[in-house]
């Protein structure tokens, strides 16, 4: 299950809305690059996936392919603003380690498979 807190909610509602585009979703998934082995990916799409497990969460719809809901199975999605800029922090239990950067993790991979 993909947890959004409500402040992500309410960025990912205010990027809806600046777009225009009312058919978007967040496309959440994992790629391997970064200096601890994965990196989070996120994006607007309009089109699913055969493969997609689509989530929905206070009318905010969210899509991760088969591939990566294995290491995003309990991801918590977060906004944090200051004063320098915001950005998006992932939160993630299946993560083994995690890079300074923030985005970039390493999963032991038993856990991976185990949690699903």
């Given at each position: 299950m993909i947890n959004l807190t409500?402040?992500?909610l309410q960025e990912v509602r205010r990027l809806q809305k600046k777009s225009g585009n009312d058919r978007q979703f967040l496309r959440l998934g994992?790629?391997?690059?970064g200096c601890s082995g994965m990196s989070y990916t996120m994006k607007f799409d309009t089109e699913s996936r055969v493969d997609d497990h689509l989530f929905d969460q206070d009318g905010v719809r969210v899509a991760v392919d088969a591939a990566s809901l294995p290491y995003l199975g309990e991801l918590t999605l977060d906004w944090s603003g200051?004063?320098?800029g915001g950005g998006f922090r992932f939160?993630?239990?299946s993560?083994?380690?995690t890079c300074g950067c923030g985005s970039s993790f390493s999963t032991n991979p038993e856990a991976a498979t185990a949690a699903h």
């Open positions: 409500e402040t992500a994992v790629v391997n690059a200051d004063l320098m939160h993630n239990p993560a083994t380690h």
